[in-house]
C-alpha cells in the first residue's frame, strides 16, 4: 500500500526512474487482532551518483527535477496526512540525501485504518489508490486478504515515458513482507513464498512486471 | 601595352569598387559612438548565394516572405540588397535623444522598392523617395546606391527636466496629478510646434519647415486617432468584462457593435476618472514625443545624405577594417560612455542621494568585437581598451602566468580544463584603490570614507603575505569519468524474512576532477585540514588529507601538498601517484598550448561529449539522438583571453564545428535544416 504512497508524487518517481536503479520495501507486521504496523522504504542509493547529478538539473527530459526542499515536503505532506488518519499512530519518516533513502512508518489500529489511509491519499494525490490495492482481515477465521489491480494510471504514465526512461525500470525492484503472529497455513500468490518459519510471506519483483501487470499482488493468506 | 591597359583597367576597378565602399562609410557621422558593420561581401564569398536560397526555401523563408509582402520572392537577390557591400547599423548619442541608423547599400532600386508595401504614401524628401512609419518614428529614404533608415529614442533624463517639459507643453503624469491636465494639453501641439526649433538643428529643421508642417498636420491626426482609441480600447476592456462570455466576440462586426454601445454609454466609460486621464495623458505626450522624434530624426537623415556632418574617421585601434574571414564587427566607441547612457542614472541618484553619475568611470574606453569565420571554427574576439591608469593596474593583475609545473595534468583524456592566472599581490593591492577612484568619484560625501577604507584594507590586509599562501594561479582539470568503487546500501534476508541493512560495494562512472593552484606557505591549508582531523572529519594518509563526509554521493576528496602547489582532487590514484612521483603525464599538446598563452583560458572538448552521456548513462531524448552523436564530430568550445596587450584587454570565445562542409557557416545551415525537420 505505502508503495502506492511514495508512487503518487509522480513527479519525484518519475526523476528516480531516471535514476536506473531503485527499491522499494514494503513490510507489514500484523497483530492476531488485525492491528499491526508498516514500514515503506525506498532505496535509490545503488544509484546514489546518478541521482545526485541528476539533482544538480533542473530538469530532464522535460520531466521537472524535485529539489531536496520539495520531496521534504511532499514527505511532510504524507505525514500530516497520516497523523491525522483515524486508526493510525507512531508515525514517523526520514529522509537520507547522502545514500537517497526515505522511509515511513506508522503502526494502525486495523486494516480499514489502512485503506482509509490509502483513500485520503488518493485524494491529496489525485490518484485511483484505494483502486489498486485493499486490505481485509477475518479475525475469526484468520485470513488476511490483499486485493490488487494492476494500475491503469500507472501504465498509462509509464507508456508516456520515452524508451530510454523506461529502460531504467530493468533493474528497479518491489519487495513486500508480511509477517504474522500466527503461522502461516497457506498462501495462494505463486509469486511469493512463506518463510521457514512459516511466519512470513514476501514477494519479490521487478517493477516493470509490477506496472505490466505481469504481477499481480493480491493475496489470500490463511493462519493457523 | 595589353597587359598595363588590363592592369590599369583592373586598378581602376578595385579604386572603383572602393570609392563606392567609402561613399557609404563616409556617410557615418563623426561622433557616432556604436557603429556594427555587417559585411555581406564576406559572408557572400563565404556561403555560395545559390546554397542561402537553397536553405532559405527548405525553411519556407522565401514562400512566408512573399505571402507576408505580396511579392513573389524565390531567391536573397531579389530584395535588391548589394550582396557584394556593408551594411552599417550606427548610434549617436546627444543628450536628448539615442539616434539609431542603417546604411544598406542596394544593388537594384527598384526590386527594393517593389517590396515597399502599396498603401505606404512615398514621398521625396531631401531629394530621395522616402517613406515613415505610422507614428513617423522611423524614416526610410533610398537613392540608387543605398538604402537609409533612421529612428531615435528619447532620453526620460531629458525628458523630466522642467525646461524641457515647458517647452514641449509636457504635462505631469495624472497619476500623480491628473487634475487640470486638460488645459495644459490644449496648447501643446502648439508649444512644440514651436519648440521644435529649439534642438541644435535650427539651420536644418528650417530647410524642412514643409516637412514640419506637414508633420504637425499628421501629428493633431495622430493625436486625435489617439483620443479615439484611448475611448474605445478603456470601454472595450469594461464592456468586455460586462460580457458573460467574451470568446463570443470574435468578428468586427461584433467589436463595432460594442464600440457603438461605448459611445451610448459615455458615463460608465469615465467612471474611472483617473484611469481616462491617464490614458489621455500618455496619448497626448506620445503625440508629442513622436511629433519630436520625427523633426529630429529627419533633421538627423538630411544631416547625413546631404554630408553636412564631419564624415566618421576610423579610430586608431579600431579593427573593423577588412578581414576577409571577419563578417560581422562591433564597435563600441566608450564603453562607460555607453553605461551611462543606459544606466538609469537619475532615478539612481535621486535613490541614493549621490553625485552626478557621469562621473562613475571604469576606465573602459573603446571596445571592438569581430565575429569571424575561420574555416569550421566560429570565432568572437575582442579588445576593450582601458585608460592609462586602469591599464596599468590590469597589466600588474593580469602579470603573472600559470605555473609550469602544472602543465602535465592538462591530460588528453580530459574532457576540458579551465586556468585563471591573477597576481593576487597586485590584485589586494590595486582592487582598493580601483573602487576608491572610480565608485568614490560618484558618492563624494563618502569618498573619505572610501579613502579610509582603501587604507584599512591596506593595513589590515597583508597582501604580501596573503599572495604567499594563495599566489593566484589556477588550474581545474576536468577529467573523463573512471571507474570508482562506491558503497551503496542494499537488504539481505534471512530464512525467515527477517532483514538487515547492509553495506554493499559496487564500481560506477565518476566524472573525476583536480584542481591545483600555487602556493608558498600553505601553513594554514595544514593548520585547517589538521583540525578537520583533530574533528575526524579528515583522514590522514600517508601525507595525503581525506575529505569524506562533504558530498558521499559523489566520492571522497583528497588534498595534498607537493612542490608548492596544492591539489585537491576526487581521483585518489592520480593523487596518490602525484604523490609517490610515479604519475605518468600524457599531455595534451594544444591545451597546454593555449594555457600557456592565456591568463585566463576555459576550454571543452566538446567531441567526449556523447561518450560521456553514454559512459554515465544519462537519460537523452532520442529526438536528439543525432544531434548528439553529432557531437563526436565537434572540436572545442573555449573562452580564453590572453590577458592585456598594450593599453586593451583581449578576450576571444570559439567553437570549432565538425570538418565535413565547406565552413562553420555551411555546418550551421545544415544544422539548421535539420532541427528544423526534427521539428
Given at each position: 500500500?505505502?508503495?502506492?504512497?511514495?508512487?503518487?508524487?509522480?513527479?519525484?518517481?518519475?526523476?528516480?526512474?531516471?535514476?536506473?536503479?531503485?527499491?522499494?520495501?514494503?513490510?507489514?507486521?500484523?497483530?492476531?487482532?488485525?492491528?499491526?504496523?508498516?514500514?515503506?522504504?525506498?532505496?535509490?542509493?545503488?544509484?546514489?551518483?546518478?541521482?545526485?547529478?541528476?539533482?544538480?538539473?533542473?530538469?530532464?527530459?522535460?520531466?521537472?527535477?524535485?529539489?531536496?526542499?520539495?520531496?521534504?515536503?511532499?514527505?511532510?505532506?504524507?505525514?500530516?496526512?497520516?497523523?491525522?488518519?483515524?486508526?493510525?499512530?507512531?508515525?514517523?519518516?526520514?529522509?537520507?540525501?547522502?545514500?537517497?533513502?526515505?522511509?515511513?512508518?506508522?503502526?494502525?489500529?486495523?486494516?480499514?485504518?489502512?485503506?482509509?489511509?490509502?483513500?485520503?491519499?488518493?485524494?491529496?494525490?489525485?490518484?485511483?489508490?484505494?483502486?489498486?490495492?485493499?486490505?481485509?482481515?477475518?479475525?475469526?477465521?484468520?485470513?488476511?486478504?490483499?486485493?490488487?489491480?494492476?494500475?491503469?494510471?500507472?501504465?498509462?504514465?509509464?507508456?508516456?515515458?520515452?524508451?530510454?526512461?523506461?529502460?531504467?525500470?530493468?533493474?528497479?525492484?518491489?519487495?513486500?513482507?508480511?509477517?504474522?503472529?500466527?503461522?502461516?497455513?497457506?498462501?495462494?500468490?505463486?509469486?511469493?513464498?512463506?518463510?521457514?518459519?512459516?511466519?512470513?510471506?514476501?514477494?519479490?519483483?521487478?517493477?516493470?512486471?509490477?506496472?505490466?501487470?505481469?504481477?499481480?499482488?493480491?493475496?489470500?493468506?490463511?493462519?493457523? | 601595352?595589353?597587359?598595363?591597359?588590363?592592369?590599369?583597367?583592373?586598378?581602376?576597378?578595385?579604386?572603383?569598387?572602393?570609392?563606392?565602399?567609402?561613399?557609404?562609410?563616409?556617410?557615418?557621422?563623426?561622433d557616432i559612438n556604436f557603429l556594427?558593420?555587417?559585411?555581406?561581401?564576406?559572408?557572400?564569398?563565404?556561403?555560395?548565394?545559390?546554397?542561402?536560397?537553397?536553405?532559405?526555401?527548405?525553411?519556407?523563408?522565401?514562400?512566408?516572405?512573399?505571402?507576408?509582402?505580396?511579392?513573389?520572392?524565390?531567391?536573397?537577390?531579389?530584395?535588391?540588397?548589394?550582396?557584394?557591400?556593408?551594411?552599417?547599423?550606427?548610434t549617436?548619442l546627444?543628450d536628448?535623444?539615442t539616434?539609431?541608423?542603417?546604411?544598406?547599400?542596394?544593388?537594384?532600386?527598384?526590386?527594393?522598392?517593389?517590396?515597399?508595401?502599396?498603401?505606404?504614401?512615398?514621398?521625396?524628401?531631401?531629394?530621395?523617395?522616402?517613406?515613415?512609419?505610422?507614428?513617423?518614428?522611423?524614416?526610410?529614404?533610398?537613392?540608387?546606391?543605398?538604402?537609409?533608415?533612421?529612428?531615435?529614442?528619447?532620453k526620460?533624463s531629458?525628458?523630466?527636466?522642467?525646461?524641457?517639459?515647458?517647452?514641449?507643453?509636457?504635462?505631469?503624469?495624472?497619476?500623480?496629478?491628473?487634475?487640470?491636465?486638460?488645459?495644459?494639453?490644449?496648447?501643446?501641439?502648439?508649444?512644440?510646434?514651436?519648440?521644435?526649433?529649439?534642438?541644435?538643428?535650427?539651420?536644418?529643421?528650417?530647410?524642412?519647415?514643409?516637412?514640419?508642417?506637414?508633420?504637425?498636420?499628421?501629428?493633431?491626426?495622430?493625436?486625435?486617432?489617439?483620443?479615439?482609441?484611448?475611448?474605445?480600447?478603456?470601454?472595450?476592456?469594461?464592456?468586455?468584462?460586462?460580457?458573460?462570455?467574451?470568446?463570443?466576440?470574435?468578428?468586427?462586426?461584433?467589436?463595432?457593435?460594442?464600440?457603438?454601445?461605448?459611445?451610448?454609454?459615455?458615463?460608465?466609460?469615465?467612471?474611472?476618472?483617473?484611469?481616462?486621464?491617464?490614458?489621455?495623458?500618455?496619448?497626448?505626450?506620445?503625440?508629442?514625443?513622436?511629433?519630436?522624434?520625427?523633426?529630429?530624426?529627419?533633421?538627423?537623415?538630411?544631416?547625413?545624405?546631404?554630408?553636412?556632418?564631419?564624415?566618421?574617421?576610423?579610430p586608431k585601434g579600431f579593427t573593423?577594417?577588412?578581414?576577409?574571414?571577419?563578417?560581422?564587427?562591433y564597435w563600441i566607441k566608450s564603453v562607460d560612455e555607453l553605461y551611462q547612457n543606459f544606466m538609469p542614472t537619475g532615478i539612481i541618484e535621486?535613490a541614493f542621494?549621490i553625485g552626478s553619475l557621469s562621473k562613475l568611470k571604469y576606465g573602459y574606453e573603446q571596445a571592438n568585437l569581430?565575429?569571424?569565420?575561420?574555416?569550421?571554427?566560429?570565432?568572437?574576439h575582442g579588445a576593450l581598451n582601458l585608460d592609462q591608469e586602469t591599464s596599468k593596474i590590469f597589466k600588474k593583475i593580469y602579470d603573472?602566468?600559470?605555473?609550469?609545473?602544472?602543465?602535465?595534468?592538462?591530460?588528453?583524456?580530459?574532457?576540458?580544463?579551465?586556468?585563471l592566472?591573477i597576481n593576487s599581490?597586485a590584485y589586494l593591492k590595486y582592487i582598493p584603490q580601483y573602487i576608491q577612484k572610480y565608485y568614490g568619484a560618484f558618492v563624494p560625501r563618502y569618498q573619505e570614507a572610501f579613502s579610509?577604507g582603501a587604507?584599512?584594507f591596506d593595513?589590515?590586509?597583508?597582501?604580501?603575505?596573503?599572495?604567499?599562501?594563495?599566489?593566484?594561479?589556477?588550474?581545474?582539470?576536468?577529467?573523463?569519468?573512471?571507474?570508482?568503487?562506491?558503497?551503496?546500501?542494499?537488504?539481505?534476508?534471512?530464512?525467515?524474512?527477517?532483514?538487515?541493512?547492509?553495506?554493499?560495494?559496487?564500481?560506477?562512472?565518476?566524472?573525476?576532477?583536480?584542481?591545483?593552484?600555487?602556493?608558498?606557505?600553505?601553513?594554514?591549508?595544514?593548520?585547517?585540514?589538521?583540525?578537520?582531523?583533530?574533528?575526524?572529519?579528515?583522514?590522514?594518509?600517508?601525507?595525503?588529507?581525506?575529505?569524506?563526509?562533504?558530498?558521499?554521493?559523489?566520492?571522497?576528496?583528497?588534498?595534498?601538498?607537493?612542490?608548492?602547489?596544492?591539489?585537491?582532487?576526487?581521483?585518489?590514484?592520480?593523487?596518490?601517484?602525484?604523490?609517490?612521483?610515479?604519475?605518468?603525464?600524457?599531455?595534451?599538446?594544444?591545451?597546454?598550448?593555449?594555457?600557456?598563452?592565456?591568463r585566463f583560458?576555459?576550454?571543452?572538448?566538446?567531441?567526449?561529449?556523447?561518450?560521456?552521456?553514454?559512459?554515465?548513462?544519462?537519460?537523452?531524448?532520442?529526438?536528439?539522438?543525432?544531434?548528439?552523436?553529432?557531437?563526436?564530430?565537434?572540436?572545442?568550445?573555449?573562452v580564453?583571453s590572453p590577458g592585456m596587450k598594450g593599453n586593451s584587454f583581449q578576450g576571444e570565445l570559439?567553437?570549432?564545428?565538425?570538418?565535413?562542409?565547406?565552413?562553420?557557416?555551411?555546418?550551421?545551415?545544415?544544422?539548421?535544416?535539420?532541427?528544423?525537420?526534427?521539428?
Amino acid at each position: 500500500m505505502l508503495k502506492r504512497i511514495l508512487f503518487s508524487s509522480v513527479a519525484i518517481i518519475l526523476v528516480f526512474s531516471l535514476s536506473s536503479c531503485f527499491d522499494i520495501v514494503e513490510e507489514i507486521n500484523f497483530q492476531s487482532n488485525g492491528a499491526g504496523k508498516i514500514k515503506a522504504t525506498l532505496n535509490l542509493s545503488k544509484s546514489k551518483t546518478k541521482v545526485a547529478s541528476l539533482m544538480l538539473l533542473d530538469s530532464v527530459n522535460g520531466i521537472k527535477v524535485p529539489s531536496k526542499t520539495t520531496i521534504q515536503k511532499e514527505l511532510n505532506d504524507i505525514v500530516g496526512i497520516l497523523k491525522q488518519t483515524k486508526g493510525i499512530s507512531q508515525v514517523n519518516s526520514s529522509l537520507d540525501f547522502n545514500n537517497y533513502i526515505a522511509t515511513l512508518e506508522c503502526n494502525f489500529s486495523n486494516v480499514a485504518a489502512l485503506n482509509t489511509f490509502t483513500k485520503t491519499l488518493s485524494t491529496k494525490f489525485k490518484t485511483n489508490i484505494s483502486g489498486y490495492t485493499t486490505y481485509a482481515y477475518d479475525a475469526s477465521n484468520k485470513v488476511f486478504v490483499r486485493k490488487y489491480n494492476a494500475s491503469q494510471d500507472a501504465k498509462k504514465e509509464f507508456t508516456k515515458l520515452k524508451g530510454e526512461n523506461q529502460k531504467a525500470f530493468n533493474d528497479a525492484y518491489f519487495t513486500s513482507i508480511y509477517r504474522f503472529a500466527e503461522p502461516v497455513k497457506s498462501q495462494q500468490n505463486s509469486k511469493a513464498s512463506i518463510s521457514s518459519n512459516r511466519k512470513a510471506v514476501m514477494l519479490k519483483t521487478g517493477m516493470l512486471e509490477l506496472i505490466n501487470g505481469t504481477t499481480n499482488l493480491s493475496n489470500t493468506i490463511a493462519l493457523n | 601595352m595589353n597587359t598595363k591597359l588590363i592592369f590599369a583597367a583592373l586598378l581602376l576597378l578595385m579604386g572603383l569598387s572602393r570609392a563606392n565602399a567609402q561613399n557609404h562609410f563616409k556617410k557615418l557621422p563623426a561622433d557616432i559612438n556604436f557603429l556594427a558593420t555587417f559585411d555581406t561581401k564576406n559572408l557572400f564569398q563565404l556561403m555560395d548565394t545559390k546554397d542561402v536560397n537553397a536553405t532559405l526555401n527548405k525553411l519556407d523563408f522565401f514562400k512566408k516572405l512573399s505571402d507576408s509582402l505580396s511579392q513573389d520572392i524565390h531567391q536573397i537577390e531579389d530584395l535588391g540588397i548589394n550582396l557584394a557591400s556593408k551594411s552599417y547599423v550606427f548610434t549617436r548619442l546627444a543628450d536628448s535623444i539615442t539616434f539609431i541608423g542603417a546604411l544598406i547599400p542596394l544593388s537594384d532600386v527598384k526590386r527594393f522598392q517593389a517590396f515597399i508595401p502599396t498603401h505606404k504614401k512615398i514621398q521625396v524628401v531631401d531629394g530621395l523617395q522616402t517613406i515613415y512609419s505610422v507614428d513617423r518614428s522611423i524614416r526610410i529614404s533610398w537613392d540608387e546606391n543605398t538604402a537609409y533608415v533612421m529612428t531615435g529614442v528619447l532620453k526620460d533624463s531629458y525628458l523630466d527636466r522642467e525646461d524641457v517639459k515647458e517647452r514641449y507643453g509636457l504635462a505631469e503624469n495624472p497619476y500623480y496629478d491628473y487634475y487640470g491636465t486638460d488645459d495644459v494639453m490644449v496648447d501643446s501641439i502648439e508649444a512644440v510646434a514651436d519648440a521644435t526649433y529649439e534642438y541644435d538643428y535650427v539651420d536644418t529643421v528650417m530647410d524642412s519647415a514643409d516637412a514640419f508642417y506637414a508633420g504637425i498636420e499628421d501629428t493633431a491626426a495622430i493625436a486625435i486617432e489617439y483620443d479615439d482609441y484611448d475611448v474605445v480600447s478603456d470601454s472595450n476592456l469594461i464592456m468586455i468584462d460586462s460580457y458573460d462570455d467574451y470568446d463570443t466576440i470574435t468578428d468586427n462586426d461584433m467589436l463595432d457593435s460594442i464600440g457603438y454601445s461605448i459611445y451610448e454609454n459615455e458615463e460608465d466609460v469615465y467612471q474611472d476618472e483617473s484611469n481616462t486621464a491617464y490614458y489621455r495623458w500618455l496619448a497626448q505626450t506620445d503625440s508629442i514625443k513622436d511629433l519630436i522624434v520625427s523633426e529630429w530624426i529627419d533633421a538627423e537623415m538630411t544631416n547625413i545624405i546631404t554630408g553636412n556632418y564631419k564624415s566618421f574617421v576610423v579610430p586608431k585601434g579600431f579593427t573593423g577594417k577588412s578581414n576577409k574571414n571577419t563578417v560581422a564587427h562591433y564597435w563600441i566607441k566608450s564603453v562607460d560612455e555607453l553605461y551611462q547612457n543606459f544606466m538609469p542614472t537619475g532615478i539612481i541618484e535621486q535613490a541614493f542621494g549621490i553625485g552626478s553619475l557621469s562621473k562613475l568611470k571604469y576606465g573602459y574606453e573603446q571596445a571592438n568585437l569581430s565575429f569571424d569565420v575561420d574555416k569550421n571554427k566560429l570565432k568572437l574576439h575582442g579588445a576593450l581598451n582601458l585608460d592609462q591608469e586602469t591599464s596599468k593596474i590590469f597589466k600588474k593583475i593580469y602579470d603573472k602566468k600559470l605555473n609550469p609545473k602544472m602543465y602535465k595534468y592538462l591530460d588528453k583524456d580530459a574532457l576540458g580544463f579551465l586556468s585563471l592566472s591573477i597576481n593576487s599581490e597586485a590584485y589586494l593591492k590595486y582592487i582598493p584603490q580601483y573602487i576608491q577612484k572610480y565608485y568614490g568619484a560618484f558618492v563624494p560625501r563618502y569618498q573619505e570614507a572610501f579613502s579610509v577604507g582603501a587604507m584599512l584594507f591596506d593595513i589590515i590586509v597583508d597582501e604580501k603575505a596573503v599572495a604567499k599562501v594563495f599566489k593566484g594561479d589556477n588550474l581545474f582539470v576536468l577529467n573523463g569519468v573512471t571507474k570508482q568503487e562506491i558503497t551503496y546500501t542494499d537488504y539481505e534476508y534471512d530464512e525467515d524474512y527477517n532483514y538487515k541493512q547492509i553495506e554493499k560495494t559496487k564500481m560506477d562512472e565518476i566524472p573525476q576532477f583536480l584542481w591545483m593552484f600555487s602556493s608558498d606557505d600553505m601553513r594554514l591549508f595544514e593548520q585547517l585540514l589538521e583540525l578537520g582531523v583533530n574533528q575526524e572529519e579528515v583522514l590522514l594518509e600517508n601525507g595525503i588529507y581525506k575529505i569524506g563526509k562533504i558530498s558521499r554521493q559523489f566520492s571522497n576528496f583528497y588534498v595534498l601538498m607537493k612542490d608548492g602547489i596544492v591539489f585537491l582532487g576526487n581521483d585518489e590514484n592520480q593523487i596518490t601517484a602525484i604523490k609517490n612521483n610515479t604519475y605518468k603525464p600524457n599531455v595534451d599538446g594544444a591545451s597546454m598550448k593555449i594555457a600557456k598563452k592565456n591568463r585566463f583560458a576555459a576550454l571543452f572538448h566538446v567531441n567526449k561529449i556523447p561518450t560521456l552521456i553514454e559512459e554515465l548513462d544519462l537519460p537523452v531524448s532520442r529526438d536528439l539522438d543525432s544531434l548528439t552523436a553529432d557531437l563526436a564530430q565537434y572540436g572545442d568550445f573555449y573562452v580564453i583571453s590572453p590577458g592585456m596587450k598594450g593599453n586593451s584587454f583581449q578576450g576571444e570565445l570559439g567553437i570549432e564545428f565538425p570538418d565535413k562542409d565547406k565552413n562553420a557557416l555551411y555546418f550551421l545551415m545544415d544544422l539548421i535544416e535539420r532541427l528544423a525537420v526534427t521539428r
